[in-house]
Structure formats: structure tokens, C-alpha cells
């Protein structure tokens, strides 16, 4: 495989409320909570900008105004507290917030030199909407995609190396994320062009030292599969 560019996004990286969509937010709690955002997943993706030198994209409104992560016609992309908004809002909320966000990221990644592996950061709790997750650290890649089994791979090897005492788990973007951000950039762009991986972290594991140490095996890796 040819030398690969690197780029990073955090798509859940606040909770940021613009001043005229306040009045849709009761109490401050539901921002706060794992609904608003992925709390800790920007650290790390700060952590790997600097430690790899390489870009990377957050969106800092929270997902409960527009789901900036997921498609169109889901029906999660507005939220409990937006859906109800009339279409003229609602298309507001996509012009101001949404569209501008993925075109930045896709706009980046037409201009890498290819082939480029992206990596979208998150941050999950432990319980959430009656799930249980259990894995400490997932790496979410799409199966049918042999580049990117093969760096999905080389990032759970390093990351076990790193910190073995964790439940780290490979999983699939037809289960987990089937019309993402990542989906559709898929389409936009060739196997060979584009490696999509989205790292996943407990949030019970988000402390400084587990930080430096994720941050370090996958700089690792990364280094390693772009040289």
C-alpha cells in the first residue's frame, strides 16, 4: 500500500447551544448528558492531531440540534427536541450546521494525496437508551472493505500490545453505523482512496493516563502505516 495521509474528525465533540435555539432546552442536564455529546472524545482526537501532526475536523454543537453524523433520511438526524420544528427550521439547522460541517471534512479529504485512512474519534458510557456496551475499545470499520480490515487490524494489535488488559473489539459498519457520515463517504470515494475507522472508548476509561496511553498506540500504528 502507498504512503497514506492521515485525517481526523470528532463529529460529537460538544454540547454548544447558538443563543436562539436555547429556549429548546429546558434544563441544561440533557446536554450534559451522553444524548448531547460524547464527552472525552475530543481530548483524545486533540491528542493524535498533535501527536501525528495531521488535521482534524470536531463539531462542537450538540447533536441534539441536527445529528451532523448521520444521513438525511435517518430519522434520528433531528433530535426529540428539533423534530417537530417546522421545515423551514429544520432546513436552517442543515444550511447553518450540518452541510457546512461535512463538506469542511469531505472537501479535506478530496485534497489529500491518496490514500487517506480517517479516523472519526467517539466516546460511548457504559449503559445508554437501554444498551449495555461492554467493550472497552471498538474499532468500527466496513467488512467488505479489505483495505480497511487490514488497518482496522494493525490499530486492535497495536492497541492490545498497549493495553491488553482491555476488552478491545473489531465491529461492523453494516451494524453499527450503516448510514454515517463514513457511509456515505464511502461512496464518494474508492477502497483504495478511502480508509474509514471510527474509534469508539468507554467514557469509564477517559482518564489522562488511559488518554496518553490510547494516544500512543495508535500513534504508533499510524506512524507505522504511513511510512
Given at each position: 500500500?502507498?504512503?497514506?495521509?492521515?485525517?481526523?474528525?470528532?463529529?460529537?465533540?460538544?454540547?454548544?447551544?447558538?443563543?436562539?435555539?436555547r429556549?429548546?432546552?429546558?434544563?441544561?442536564?440533557?446536554?450534559?448528558?451522553?444524548?448531547?455529546?460524547?464527552?472525552?472524545?475530543?481530548?483524545?482526537?486533540?491528542?493524535?492531531?498533535?501527536?501525528?501532526?495531521?488535521?482534524?475536523?470536531?463539531?462542537?454543537?450538540?447533536?441534539?440540534?441536527?445529528?451532523?453524523?448521520?444521513?438525511?433520511?435517518?430519522?434520528?438526524?433531528?433530535?426529540?427536541?428539533?423534530?417537530?420544528?417546522?421545515?423551514?427550521?429544520?432546513?436552517?439547522?442543515?444550511?447553518?450546521?450540518?452541510?457546512?460541517?461535512?463538506?469542511?471534512?469531505?472537501?479535506?479529504?478530496?485534497?489529500?494525496?491518496?490514500?487517506?485512512?480517517?479516523?472519526?474519534?467517539?466516546?460511548?458510557?457504559?449503559?445508554?437508551?437501554?444498551?449495555?456496551?461492554?467493550?472497552?475499545?471498538?474499532?468500527?470499520?466496513?467488512?467488505?472493505?479489505?483495505?480497511?480490515?487490514?488497518?482496522?487490524?494493525?490499530?486492535?494489535?497495536?492497541?492490545?500490545?498497549?493495553?491488553?488488559?482491555?476488552?478491545?473489539?473489531?465491529?461492523?459498519?453494516?451494524?453499527?453505523?450503516?448510514?454515517?457520515?463514513?457511509?456515505?463517504?464511502?461512496?464518494?470515494?474508492?477502497?483504495?482512496?478511502?480508509?474509514?475507522?471510527?474509534?469508539?472508548?468507554?467514557?469509564q476509561?477517559?482518564?489522562?493516563?488511559?488518554?496518553?496511553?490510547v494516544?500512543?498506540?495508535?500513534?504508533?500504528?499510524?506512524?507505522?502505516?504511513?511510512?
Amino acid at each position: 500500500m502507498a504512503s497514506l495521509s492521515l485525517i481526523l474528525s470528532c463529529e460529537y465533540a460538544g454540547n454548544q447551544v447558538p443563543i436562539r435555539y436555547r429556549g429548546l432546552f429546558p434544563t441544561d442536564e440533557i446536554l450534559s448528558s451522553p444524548k448531547g455529546w460524547d464527552a472525552g472524545a475530543l481530548d483524545i482526537t486533540v491528542a493524535l492531531s498533535e501527536s501525528l501532526d495531521v488535521s482534524c475536523f470536531s463539531h462542537q454543537t450538540t447533536r441534539l440540534l441536527v445529528d451532523v453524523n448521520q444521513s438525511l433520511s435517518n430519522p434520528h438526524l433531528f433530535s426529540a427536541f428539533t423534530t417537530d420544528l417546522g421545515d423551514e427550521d429544520k432546513q436552517l439547522l442543515l444550511d447553518k450546521y450540518y452541510f457546512p460541517y461535512r463538506l469542511r471534512v469531505e472537501h479535506a479529504l478530496a485534497m489529500l494525496p491518496k490514500p487517506v485512512v480517517h479516523l472519526s474519534i467517539r466516546s460511548l458510557p457504559s449503559a445508554f437508551q437501554e444498551r449495555i456496551y461492554l467493550t472497552d475499545i471498538g474499532i468500527v470499520f466496513d467488512s467488505q472493505r479489505s483495505f480497511e480490515k487490514t488497518i482496522a487490524l494493525q490499530l486492535m494489535s497495536s492497541l492490545e500490545q498497549a493495553m491488553g488488559d482491555l476488552r478491545i473489539d473489531l465491529k461492523d459498519s453494516s451494524d453499527n453505523a450503516p448510514d454515517g457520515f463514513m457511509a456515505y463517504l464511502r461512496t464518494r470515494f474508492s477502497e483504495e482512496e478511502y480508509m474509514g475507522i471510527t474509534i469508539e472508548i468507554n467514557q469509564q476509561l477517559l482518564t489522562p493516563e488511559v488518554i496518553d496511553k490510547v494516544t500512543t498506540a495508535l500513534s504508533f500504528s499510524l506512524l507505522a502505516l504511513r511510512a
